[in-house]
């Protein structure tokens, strides 16, 4: 029987098995297209859409994508954003071209080539004490309304329609991530290690926002919501950014809090999304309530081996991912998309309890064509029940 797609993806997160695997792109930066191959896509498919920014963020740089080309992807979940404050928006339209992007953190981008950016404004660089911690004079307006109130209405039409499965991503937020936009990646890590009181002042100072915000986005959700996205990114292609017993001491007891919090105002499932080889963390996102780990990076160590992680873990989690975007999606071919995908399926798909999609954002590199293999053979090879099982 043919099910919708909530119905598919509800399935799904139950452990079973519904009528086909599902697919999850363009509903957030980490499961989106950049806008290179967001417009070859277009073209290809012979969709006229407007090339619309996630966020409304050119800065970014991921495509909005349009429902025409969300439907020709057979893509079943929606997604409803957060935005940086009004104020933000208006203050960079008005900055001189190729200048710094500043959010409402203090924090921001600047231009390393054109229409390329990357982190580069630290607010904090310079800070060690806790006391300047608290005398910043940037942090942000967690109780302005034009950061949620928008997700309400959208909430309210994706539920109404009933036909695809809602994934909220208040994105603008996590905690680790964000002490690295506000001291820098190696400073901050430099302070993890040599300065742990400041570190942890820091992240939890960071947390307090995280969670204000949450709490305004939740609300304005309601029961209108299936899936929640957090994440913070823990791993690299060879291992863990920190080791296991920092992560244990420092941060998991800040995702605990986090997950603890959104767990006691929602019934939707919690999403985590985290690059890298993280394997050795995963009994410990078991624990504290993750329910769907993203985005099981196959070119990252042990995240490889898929069958070890289906067998581990399929029954207490949900994996989302694990299409490759370091050399499959942007140097295969049609045909080896195709039979990666197959391949995925058949190691991950058994029993439910596992989402297509790619390993994180796909970038400029990645051919349309490859674009619209994956999503194909998804609704190809991803039928249940799925062959040899």
């Given at each position: 029987m043919t099910m919708t797609s909530r119905e598919r993806v509800l399935t799904t997160l139950q452990h079973e098995e519904p009528d086909r695997v599902p697919l999850v792109i363009g509903v957030s930066n980490a499961t989106g297209l950049k806008m290179k191959p967001y417009?070859?896509?277009?073209?290809?498919?012979?969709?006229?859409?407007?090339?619309?920014?996630?966020?409304?963020?050119?800065?970014?740089?991921?495509?909005?994508?349009?429902?025409?080309?969300?439907?020709?992807?057979?893509?079943?979940?929606?997604?409803?954003?957060?935005?940086?404050?009004?104020?933000?928006?208006?203050?960079?339209?008005?900055?001189?071209?190729?200048?710094?992007?500043?959010?409402?953190?203090?924090?921001g981008q600047i231009e390393i080539e054109p229409d390329v950016w990357f982190p580069g404004v630290h607010p904090l660089a310079e800070a060690e004490t806790i006391a300047e911690i608290e005398s910043y004079g940037g942090w942000p307006d967690m109780d302005d309304p034009t950061q949620f109130a928008h997700m309400a209405a959208e909430a309210d039409a994706l539920a109404e329609a009933n036909e695809y499965a809602i994934m909220a991503t208040p994105w603008l937020l996590f905690p680790f991530e964000r002490a690295f936009a506000m001291q820098g990646m190696d400073r901050f890590m430099m302070n993890m290690a040599l300065n742990p009181e400041f570190a942890e002042a820091l992240l939890w100072k960071i947390q307090g926002y995280c969670k204000q915000l949450m709490g305004h986005c939740l609300q304005a959700l309601g029961d209108n919501v299936d899936i929640i996205k957090i994440g913070d990114d823990l791993g690299m292609q060879s291992g863990l950014l920190i080791s296991p017993k920092m992560y244990r001491k420092v941060l998991k007891p800040i995702h605990a809090d986090y997950i603890a919090f959104i767990r006691e105002r929602t019934k939707a499932k919690v999403f985590f999304h985290t690059d890298g080889d993280v394997f050795d963390l995963v009994d410990d996102f078991v624990e504290i309530g993750v329910d769907i780990l993203n985005p099981i990076q196959t070119?990252?160590?042990?995240?490889?081996?898929?069958?070890?992680?289906?067998?581990?873990?399929?029954?207490?989690?949900?994996?989302?991912?694990?299409?490759?975007?370091?050399?499959?999606?942007?140097?295969?071919?049609?045909?080896?998309?195709?039979?990666?995908?197959?391949?995925?399926?058949?190691?991950?798909?058994?029993?439910?309890?596992?989402?297509?999609?790619?390993?994180?954002?796909?970038?400029?590199?990645?051919?349309?064509?490859?674009?619209?293999?994956?999503?194909?053979?998804?609704?190809?090879?991803?039928?249940?029940?799925?062959?040899?099982?």
């Open positions: 417009r070859a896509l277009k073209t290809l498919i012979g969709v006229e859409a407007p090339d619309d920014y996630l966020y409304d963020w050119p800065e970014l740089g991921t495509a909005a994508l349009d429902e025409a080309t969300l439907q020709r992807l057979h893509a079943d979940v929606r997604g409803v954003l957060d935005r940086h404050p009004a104020e933000v928006y208006e203050r960079n339209r008005q900055r001189a071209p190729h200048s710094p992007f500043v959010d409402g953190w203090g924090s070119s990252a160590g042990r995240m490889a081996d898929l069958a070890a992680l289906k067998q581990r873990y399929g029954k207490n989690i949900v994996f989302c991912g694990a299409i490759d975007t370091q050399h499959i999606l942007p140097h295969g071919t049609p045909e080896e998309v195709r039979a990666e995908v197959r391949r995925v399926v058949n190691l991950m798909g058994p029993g439910g309890g596992f989402m297509v999609a790619a390993v994180h954002t796909i970038m400029n590199e990645v051919p349309a064509a490859n674009i619209l293999a994956m999503a194909d053979a998804v609704e190809e090879f991803g039928r249940y029940p799925l062959p040899g099982n």
